[in-house]
């Protein structure tokens, strides 16, 4: 088994998908659950905070970096079991979600066809139950695998246990930090039709006669590469970490004043979504907009990216700080317009 290297003072900006931020105080990689333990022992012996990291895509990390060790997990492997109707899959923290949703396509296993192009690492999928395009992660886990950072404890929590919501989990919320996931377990359907529900998917394949889970996984690495949603040399990409903020819900009666500010200015497609408690869920993107951050602004080394206005990007040579700053002024912006207090969906680390 490969010793456990841990270093120090690690540069992290390159290790995330914003890259700014400054070093680790320690950095070490794990590929396996002794290395882990060894790992969380070591900080607990320094008296130190942990950071578990997987592709850095969903991160904001300070400019004065993490004073503790961050654990970067590239824990691998998949295992499976299939009959005729499901597939039963158990994936390693550190594989590459992307390389799984291809993985399970190629096998026909219907389910996460949807979360194609979404960059990061299995272990990370169910800290913000990953959604796109009408799918969620949680629809599909079965079962979280951890170690507790605090204790060195392994547990094993079952879907129930994961406290899932709209871009939310235990693991992002009260137990934010405590846990480092090693193995994530899926259960997929076998030669089921593909979900092809979202508008954008239905419009892109309009020409397809009962697309198939290919059809659909590429109908959406196709739609995310026009948004700029996609890593890959092949694609505009920018230096983001995705969507900053969650789309809000709000009241029916905030959302009729709402709606009424945003067809006096022009309209947005697409913006609400009526939700089961009589909520709306609304655009993020569109109140952006309509705030005055539309795709392309531009603020000093940070912006807007020119294909999505909810995403803030790194327009080279930002620091975090003046993307925290950036990313807080659309805040205030749009409290002062419409009353909603904008939720950052990145994590933010070391941040005071
Ligand atoms: C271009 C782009 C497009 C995106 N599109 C989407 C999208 O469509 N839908 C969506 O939901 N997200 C999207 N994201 C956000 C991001 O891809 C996801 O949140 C992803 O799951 C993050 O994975 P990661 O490995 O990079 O996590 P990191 O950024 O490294 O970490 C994110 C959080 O998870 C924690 N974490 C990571 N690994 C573990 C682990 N093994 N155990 C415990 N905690 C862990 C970290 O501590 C941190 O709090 C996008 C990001 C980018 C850059």
């Not at 655009?283 to 807007?304: E, H, L």
Request: hydrophobic share 40%; glycine share 10%; proline share 3%.
């Amino acid at each position: 088994m490969k010793p456990l290297e841990i270093n120090e003072n690690v540069p992290l900006a390159d290790l995330t998908t914003f890259k700014v931020g400054g070093p680790a105080r320690y950095l070490a990689q794990v590929e396996n659950e002794d290395n882990l333990l060894k790992a969380i022992s070591f900080a607990k012996s320094a008296n130190l905070p942990t950071l578990a990291l997987g592709s850095g895509s969903n991160v904001l990390i300070s400019d004065a970096g993490f004073n503790g060790l961050a654990i970067m997990n590239r824990i691998q492997g998949i295992e499976f079991s299939a009959t005729n109707d499901s597939a039963l899959v158990s994936a390693g923290a550190g594989v590459d979600w992307d390389y799984l949703v291809n993985f399970c396509t190629e096998k026909n296993w219907q389910g996460i066809e949807c979360l194609s192009g979404i960059p990061g690492t299995v272990g990370a999928a169910p800290v913000q139950n990953i959604g796109a395009y009408g799918q969620s992660a949680e629809e599909v886990i079965t079962g979280v695998r951890a170690i507790d950072s605090t204790n060195s404890a392994s547990a094993e929590f079952n879907k129930e246990h994961c406290g899932f919501g709209y871009r939310k989990s235990i693991f992002n919320t009260e137990a934010s930090g405590h846990y480092v996931i090693t193995r994530v377990s899926f259960s997929l359907a076998v030669n089921r039709k593909p979900y092809a529900e979202h508008r954008d998917i239905i419009n892109f394949l309009k020409n397809t006669q009962n697309p198939s889970l290919h059809a659909v996984r590429d109908a959406v690495l196709s739609i995310r590469k026009a948004k700029g949603l996609v890593i890959s040399n092949d694609s505009d990409s920018f230096m983001s970490a995705g969507s900053f903020f969650k789309n809000p819900l709000v009241e029916n009666s905030l959302f009729m004043k709402i709606k009424e500010d945003i067809e006096k200015n022009g309209g947005c497609e697409n913006w609400a979504w009526p939700q089961s408690d009589g909520s709306m869920k609304i655009s993020a993107a569109c109140i952006i907009q309509t705030a005055g951050f539309g795709k392309g602004y531009i603020y000093g080394k940070a912006g807007i990216s020119p294909k999505h206005s909810l995403c803030i990007i790194n327009r080279g040579g930002a620091t975090a700080s003046e993307l925290a700053a950036f990313a807080e002024l659309i805040q205030k912006e749009v409290w002062a317009r419409f009353t909603i207090r904008l939720e950052p969906e990145v994590r933010f680390i070391g941040f005071r």
